[in-house]
């Protein structure tokens, strides 16, 4: 019986070979594993014969390829409860998706896994794919690696090692943007290739200055460096106060136990992040991306691949109302979208909606760090829809964009937040916005020194701690809850 079954799997999946089925979701993982693990033995093995130049003639590294997991459900085999969000497939077929580096995902294949076996009642088929894993890649994977100095990466177009290098004609975006056809007949298990994952793992190193293993399941996004000062100040009495959280991670992997930990007048990287990690990987992460949208589109786009339980941006923003005073906070709950980085991946005729699960956490963590309810807490935070403009310098055109503001009845204007929103609806990424109003040009009240550094001492330390109990509240919730079916299609693959 499993003979016949194996021989079917061949069919279904043609080009992929060491194709085994399974019914435990711990035991394809392990399976999944020792498959990556053989591929990139031979990458690394191939390597160092090079390095060593032990061999006459150059290494060629065969089947050194992504392993896969892959799916078949039959009509008889849908499950029809429609309360799910991912873990499920809409439509009967086969489908396949090349993974990687299951040392980091494993707890995500196996709840993915899992669910697909327990709702379908089908077998999961895991093998060795055709889509070769690039050589930088398989070296990331592994410490021994790291030293760019051994070998010029550059010099192996120039001879027949063998090797496969990375080709961004091989990856891209479709799955997630909805526009995807499936090919022969088979449908994507997962928004993100192996190749696209190890393309982004490789970006985020080289963007936040630490190790993809330290970055956890929940996100703060901020374009202030005064709130990373804030942060670490209070992981670090948090550490003391309780052991939910068990180290706190600085870029360049460093371990923090103390402020005299914090490099000062070090150079940082681009977008440095800092890791307040949890034994269950459920702690917070929180990026400075700087300023502008770009910077934002960058970080999530890589961030992405993580999957995240949920991604905030916690920023300053310009008031638009006269009512609003300096400090006021804005929940974003819809976006006008000048910022021109996603037109081609999102258009602007969709839209974003507001996460009900996100924006109730939000209002309701800052009732709880402000100890106010009701009108008093309507007096110091607006709900409304907020400009994200490419633009630094809009208020050098504010008498053409006010007619624009009145007519979208926005409430403030800020460089970053509709585009983290938006890629978390492209991504399926449960997101949220929280801004402080920092000044309100067009009302005349812009930022001087001496105001700007009393506003950023008496509203930084109470903004933070309201993001990192929304996250709290978050975390709390079901799994299910938090990942909306809103941000799922008609279509989609069933990892989350």
């Keep these: 019986m499993i003979f016949r079954?194996?021989?079917?799997?061949?069919?279904?999946?043609?080009?992929c070979v060491d194709l085994k089925e399974f019914t435990n979701a711990a035991q394809a993982v392990d399976y999944l594993t020792e498959l990556y693990n053989k591929s990139t033995d031979i990458i690394r093995n191939s390597f160092q014969?090079?390095?060593?130049?032990?061999?006459?003639?150059?290494?060629?590294?065969?089947?050194?390829?992504?392993?896969?997991?892959?799916?078949k459900v039959e009509p008889k085999d849908l499950n029809m409860d429609t309360r799910h969000a991912y873990g499920v497939v809409i439509e009967p077929g086969v489908y396949f998706s090349t993974v990687t580096r299951p040392d980091l995902f494993r707890k995500y294949y196996e709840e993915q896994i899992n669910l697909l076996i327990e709702r379908h009642n089908v077998p999961i088929y895991v093998g060795t794919s055709a889509w070769p894993i690039p050589l930088p890649f398989a070296l990331d994977s592994h410490s021994t690696f790291q030293d760019p100095t051994a070998f010029e990466?550059?010099?192996?177009?120039?001879?027949?090692?063998?090797?496969?290098?990375?080709?961004?004609?091989?990856?891209?975006d479709d799955v997630a943007n909805c526009v995807d056809t499936p090919r022969n007949g088979i449908r994507p298990m997962s928004i993100f290739s192996g190749e696209r994952t190890d393309f982004s793992l490789h970006r985020l190193h080289h963007y936040t200055g630490t190790s993809v293993e330290h970055f956890q399941g929940f996100v703060l996004l901020t374009n202030y460096q005064r709130y990373i000062d804030e942060f670490i100040n209070i992981g670090?009495?948090?550490?003391?106060?309780?052991d939910e959280y068990e180290s706190l991670i600085l870029p360049g992997n460093k371990v923090c136990t103390t402020l005299g930990d914090v490099p000062t007048g070090a150079s940082l990287p681009q977008m440095p992040a800092y890791h307040l990690k949890r034994k269950d990987g459920m702690g917070i992460t929180f990026v400075n991306i700087g300023v502008g949208p770009s910077n934002a589109k960058t970080i999530t786009d890589h961030l992405a691949v993580l999957r995240p339980h949920c991604w905030l941006m916690l920023g300053h923003c310009a008031g638009l109302r006269s009512t609003q005073k300096l400090g006021d906070y804005v929940l974003a709950h819809g976006y006008v979208r000048e910022d021109h980085v996603l037109d081609q991946d999102l258009p602007l005729w969709i839209p974003v909606p507001a996460l009900a699960e996100v924006q109730v956490a939000l209002q309701q963590a800052v009732a709880n760090i402000s100890h106010q309810n009701g009108l008093?807490?309507?007096?110091?935070?607006?709900?409304?829809t907020v400009v994200t403009t490419d633009n630094r310098n809009w208020e050098l055109r504010s008498r053409e964009l006010y007619e624009r503001f009145k007519q979208s009845r926005a409430i403030a204007v800020d460089m970053e937040s509709a585009t983290v929103a938006a890629n978390g609806f492209r991504f399926r990424v449960p997101y949220g916005t929280l801004l402080c109003v920092s000044d309100k040009p067009i009302h005349g009240e812009i930022k001087l020194r001496g105001m700007a550094n009393n506003f950023y001492r008496e509203r930084v330390s109470q903004h933070l701690l309201i993001g990192l109990e929304a996250l709290r509240l978050l975390r709390e919730q079901d799994a299910d809850q938090l990942h909306s079916r809103k941000l799922r299609g008609f279509d989609e693959p069933p990892f989350r």
Excluded at 49 to 69: C, H, R, V, W
Excluded at 236 to 242: A, C, F
């Design 5 to 15: 079954e194996l021989l079917g799997a061949r069919t279904l999946f043609p080009e």
């Design 49 to 71: 014969t090079l390095l060593q130049g032990t061999d006459d003639k150059s290494p060629m590294p065969e089947n050194a390829n992504y392993p896969f997991i892959g799916i």
């Design 153 to 172: 990466m550059s010099q192996l177009w120039q001879m027949q090692s063998g090797f496969v290098l990375p080709n961004l004609s091989r990856i891209d």
């Design 236 to 242: 670090l009495k948090s550490m003391q106060e309780s």
């Design 376 to 384: 008093e807490l309507k007096g110091g935070m607006r709900t409304g």
